[in-house]
């Protein structure tokens, strides 16, 4: 015989010519000496090379294991004292009772719903984290779900977690706020043949989440060609100077189009407006001549008229000076004074001949 000694928190398993034979708790236990003794940790999981099926036949040792069986397509979340420890995956598993508080939750992969009671730390988790499917709907987004092709709900902004098994599943995302498209550089005929480069933006909102994400393949894409489609139609009815004089007049009718359309594609247009018109090189420079012809033009019709204005001023001034003498004199002294201004020196000759005359002049 001989003495085996268990200590507390352990338990031992007695095994004899490779069978096992009994379980043994703390304490002193006198043996036989064929005897074999494997001591278990109770705050450990229980492992032994026998199998369980075998060992749990003693029911003395049944009593003392908590056994969990996950089948296929199962996970079991294991808690110990309250706080998570592992993922079961599939097999047979047993754990000490006594000790450890142990709490499982069992998980059927089989429904992509999350319906347990799990905290969002434990989802996070790096063990959990493969079995999870994690979409996320920023502030400015609405989502679909969608389940094997199919529309199941709207999603609101938030962090949703699935999961992860053979159902196909999606979430389709659009951005909710305002948005701005622009055609840049389209190269458009004008009814007389001119060719031009235009810049055109609208500004639009995702209001219909199912005919923008579901109904429509690329809404933004078909939105695009809409635009463009109306600006070719329009401009291509009027020639360049009746397009530049009604710059307004093209964003009105791209946005009234864009409306009468828009509404298919589950959007609302708010705004939309011409940012530039970008003729070729040889019709700006064109366009320029033009425009200097036209002030050119402009400033020679003022010019006469301004000519004709200061002839018929002269011709007022004559028919006074014809009939008033005084007048005739003022103008005079005025002409003199200014040849006056412009000369610094006067050299007289001729004697008294001069004064006289300059009297003769000033004489009333």
């Given amino acids: 015989m001989k003495r085996i000694r268990i200590n507390d928190g352990k338990v031992g398993l007695v095994f004899r010519n490779g069978d096992y034979r009994k379980v043994i708790t703390a304490g002193t236990t006198w043996l036989s000496l064929a005897d074999t003794v494997m001591v278990y940790n109770l705050t450990d999981q229980f492992y032994s090379s026998k199998n369980l099926n075998i060992l749990l036949k003693d029911e003395a040792l049944a009593a003392m294991l908590e056994v969990v069986d996950v089948?296929?397509?199962?996970?079991?979340?294991?808690?110990?004292?309250?706080?998570?420890?592992?993922?079961?995956?599939?097999?047979?598993?047993?754990?000490?009772?006594?000790?450890?508080?142990?709490?499982?939750?069992?998980?059927?992969?089989?429904?992509?719903?999350?319906t347990q009671d799990i905290s969002k730390a434990v989802l996070t988790s790096t063990d959990l984290l493969r079995y999870i499917r994690v979409y996320v709907v920023e502030s400015y987004e609405r989502g679909l779900l969608m389940i094997d092709g199919k529309l199941k709900k709207a999603l609101d902004k938030g962090t949703y977690y699935f999961w992860k098994n053979t159902t196909a599943l999606s979430v389709l995302k659009a951005d909710m706020r305002h948005l701005q498209m622009e055609v840049s550089g389209q190269e458009i005929l004008t009814k007389d043949k001119a060719g031009l480069r235009i810049n055109f933006n609208c500004q639009y909102k995702v209001v219909d989440l199912v005919k923008y994400l579901i109904d429509n393949k690329d809404a933004d894409k078909q939105l695009y060609v809409l635009m463009q489609l109306a600006l070719r139609e329009y401009i291509g009815n009027y020639t360049l100077d009746e397009l530049l004089e009604q710059k307004s007049a093209i964003a009105d009718y791209v946005k009234e189009v864009l409306k009468s359309k828009a509404d298919t594609l589950g959007i609302e247009?708010?705004?939309?407006?011409?940012?530039?018109?970008?003729?070729?090189?040889?019709?700006?420079?064109?366009?320029?001549?033009?425009?200097?012809?036209?002030?050119?033009?402009?400033?020679?019709?003022?010019?006469?008229?301004?000519?004709?204005?200061?002839?018929?001023?002269?011709?007022?001034?004559?028919?006074?000076?014809?009939?008033?003498?005084?007048?005739?004199?003022?103008?005079?002294?005025?002409?003199?004074?200014?040849?006056?201004?412009?000369?610094?020196?006067?050299?007289?000759?001729?004697?008294?001949?001069?004064?006289?005359?300059?009297?003769?002049?000033?004489?009333?």
Avoid: H, P
């Fill in 71 to 114: 089948k296929d397509n199962e996970i079991v979340i294991q808690y110990a004292d309250g706080k998570f420890k592992q993922v079961l995956t599939v097999g047979k598993y047993a754990f000490w009772k006594g000790l450890v508080e142990y709490t499982f939750t069992r998980v059927d992969l089989s429904d992509f719903n999350i």
């Fill in 269 to 364: 247009i708010r705004d939309s407006g011409v940012k530039d018109i970008i003729l070729s090189g040889e019709l700006r420079n064109i366009m320029n001549q033009v425009l200097v012809a036209q002030k050119q033009a402009q400033a020679n019709v003022i010019t006469r008229r301004e000519e004709t204005a200061s002839t018929r001023s002269l011709l007022n001034t004559a028919k006074l000076m014809e009939n008033n003498e005084m007048l005739f004199k003022l103008k005079e002294m005025e002409y003199i004074e200014r040849i006056a201004d412009k000369i610094n020196n006067i050299s007289l000759s001729g004697g008294n001949q001069v004064v006289d005359q300059l009297k003769e002049i000033f004489s009333r």
